[in-house]
Nanobody, 129 residues
Framework: QVQLVESGGGSAQAGGSLRLSCVVSGNTDNSPCMAWFRQLPGKKREGVASLYTGGGDHNTYYAASVKGRFTISRDNAKNTVALQMNSLQPQDTAMYYC????????????????????WGQGTQVTVSS
């Protein structure tokens, strides 16, 4: 069984930074895709960033709205996946979720929520102007 626990959310001013962390427990050796999603109340959960490490590759993917500002990284020694968020904007306010996919082709559909088998409980990020 895989468990994901997020932390690091909180409040920030526009232009500030936050770093989210997702501690991963359980057997994730076959989890080539780790991702961060976010969701506003009444809205669909949207993909923010994904990290693909299958087949010896190391590829990152970002939503257009966060590219150049957010960075996803994975530390296998610490079993964590991080999302460094810089130049935060009020529109980044949302509940952020960590997710893991075991699908070998996950990089092709990283924004598709249905390919992720495991989700964390979420951590709130609030950015004020």
């Amino acid at each position: 069984q895989v468990q994901l626990v997020e932390s690091g959310g909180g409040s920030a001013q526009a232009g500030g930074s936050l770093r989210l962390s997702c501690v991963v427990s359980g057997n994730t050796d076959n989890s080539p895709c780790m991702a961060w999603f976010r969701q506003l109340p009444g809205k669909k959960r949207e993909g923010v960033a994904s990290l693909y490490t299958g087949g010896g590759d190391h590829n990152t993917y970002y939503a257009a709205s966060v590219k150049g500002r957010f960075t996803i990284s994975r530390d296998n020694a610490k079993n964590t996946v991080a999302l460094q968020m810089n130049s935060l904007q009020p529109q980044d306010t949302a509940m952020y979720y960590c997710a893991a996919s075991f699908w070998s082709l996950c990089s092709q559909q990283w924004r598709n929520r249905s390919i992720y088998s495991y989700w964390g409980q979420g951590t709130q990020v609030t950015v004020s102007s």
